[in-house]
Nanobody, 126 residues
Framework: QVQLVESGGGLVQAGGSLRLSCKAS????????MAWFRQASGKEREFVAA????????DYADSMKGRFTISRDNAKNTVYLQMNSLKPEDTAIYYC???????????????????WGQGTQVTVSS
């Protein structure tokens, strides 16, 4: 069982930056793949970024490439999402998710993740 707690959301102007954090409970953080998803009001939840167990492999949705960076610190059981050049369309609730895996790869499919945080609101004003 993995419990996830996100933090770092808030209100920022367009062009600004935020860093989200997701702290996981449990001693097995190093064998879980992690990802961030987001859900805007009235829209379906969508993939944002994913990172492998070791942190060596990352993947991003096309609209986030070059602006967002996912990273992890296995010693702190924490995954981060650095968001730069934010746009009003980035406004959403951001969720972190995790899954146990034997492989050091990324997974962009929401249905594959067993554990989810409660979400943190990011609002970008124009």
């Amino acid at each position: 069982q993995v419990q996830l707690v996100e933090s770092g959301g808030g209100l920022v102007q367009a062009g600004g930056s935020l860093r989200l954090s997701c702290k996981a409970s449990g001693p097995t953080f190093s064998i879980v793949a992690m990802a961030w998803f987001r859900q805007a009001s009235g829209k379906e939840r969508e993939f944002v970024a994913a990172i492998s167990r070791s942190g060596s492999n990352t993947d991003y949705a096309d609209s986030m490439k070059g602006r967002f960076t996912i990273s992890r610190d296995n010693a702190k059981n924490t995954v981060y999402l650095q968001m730069n050049s934010l746009k009003p369309e980035d406004t959403a609730i951001y969720y972190c998710a995790s899954k146990y895996t034997l492989f050091d790869g990324t997974d962009t499919s929401m249905k594959d993740y067993a554990y989810w945080g409660q979400g943190t609101q990011v609002t970008v004003s124009s």
